[in-house]
C-alpha cells in the first residue's frame, strides 16, 4: 500500500493591510487651510490691537478697512432732503479707565430725514488735579451705515486738552446722506447710534507738566 507523502502545512493567505492614501491626502489641505486660517486670525488682531494702541494707526486702519462703521467726511452739505423717511440718532459716550475726564452726549437723541444737516454736542471735563490730553475715536452701528453718514465738522482724531476742572463743549455737524434711502442694503434702517471713545494722548503729560 502506497502512502502519499504529507501535505506541508499551508499558511492561510493573508490579505495585506493597505493605507487608504486618499484619507490622509483630503485631511492634508483640510490641515494647511486652518493653520493658514489661524495665522490669518493671528496678523488680523495683532494689526487691531496695533490700531487701538495709537489713535493715528486706529485711524488709517478705519479708512482702509471700514472697519467699525467708519463715517464719511462731507466738505458740503447735502444737496437735496429726503422727506418721510425719519432716521432716529441717538448718540453714545465713552472714555478709557486711563483717563480722569468725564465725557457725555449733551443732547438728547433726535430724529431727522436724510440730506437734514444738524449739529450737537458733546461735553469732556477733566476730574484730575493735573492737566491731561486726550483724543477720540468714533464709530456708528449699524455698521452698514456708516458709508451715509456725513460728519461735515468733528472733534474726532484731534488732541484735546483740559486743564484741571475745565469742560468744553465739542460740536459734531453731520448729515445722513440721501442714499441711503436708494441702497438696497440700508433701506430699512431707521436708528443709527453715533460713538465717540476717549483716550490718553501717551506723553502729552509729562510734556505739559514741563
Given at each position: 500500500?502506497?502512502v ?16 487608504n492614501?486618499s484619507?490622509?491626502?483630503a ?15 493671528i496678523?488680523v ?21 471700514g ?8 466738505l ?7 422727506p ?19 465725557f ?11 440730506g ?6 458733546y461735553?469732556?471735563?477733566n476730574l ?9 475715536t ?8 456708516g ?5 461735515i465738522?468733528?472733534f474726532?482724531f484731534?488732541e484735546?486738552?483740559?486743564?484741571p ?8 455737524r453731520?448729515?445722513?446722506?440721501p442714499e441711503?434711502?436708494a441702497?438696497s442694503n440700508?433701506?430699512?434702517?431707521d436708528?443709527?447710534?453715533l460713538s465717540?471713545?476717549f483716550f490718553?494722548v501717551?506723553g502729552a503729560?509729562?510734556?505739559e507738566?514741563?
Open positions: 500500500m502506497s502519499s507523502p504529507a501535505s506541508p502545512d499551508v499558511a492561510p493567505a493573508t490579505t495585506p493591510s493597505v493605507t492614501p484619507v490622509t491626502l485631511d492634508a489641505p483640510q490641515n494647511g487651510n486652518r493653520r493658514l486660517l489661524a495665522i490669518l486670525a496678523v488682531a495683532s494689526m487691531l490691537g496695533l490700531a487701538y494702541a495709537s489713535v493715528p494707526l486706529y485711524q488709517l486702519f478705519c479708512q482702509v478697512t472697519y467699525g462703521g467708519t463715517t464719511q467726511v462731507a458740503t452739505q447735502a444737496e437735496t432732503v429726503v418721510n423717511h425719519p432716521v432716529k440718532v441717538r448718540f453714545d459716550a465713552n472714555i478709557s479707565r486711563d483717563l480722569n475726564w468725564r457725555e452726549a449733551v443732547d438728547a437723541p433726535l430724529t431727522l430725514n436724510p437734514e444737516e444738524v449739529v450737537i454736542n461735553r469732556a471735563t484730575g488735579d493735573a492737566p491731561s490730553t486726550g483724543t477720540s468714533y464709530n456708528v452701528t449699524p455698521v452698514k451705515a458709508p451715509h453718514f456725513m460728519k465738522d468733528c474726532c484731534i484735546q486738552a483740559l486743564q476742572g475745565e469742560s468744553v463743549l465739542m460740536p459734531v453731520f448729515y445722513i446722506d441711503i434711502v441702497d440700508t433701506s430699512d434702517v436708528e443709527i447710534i465717540y471713545t490718553p501717551l503729560g509729562k510734556a507738566d514741563t
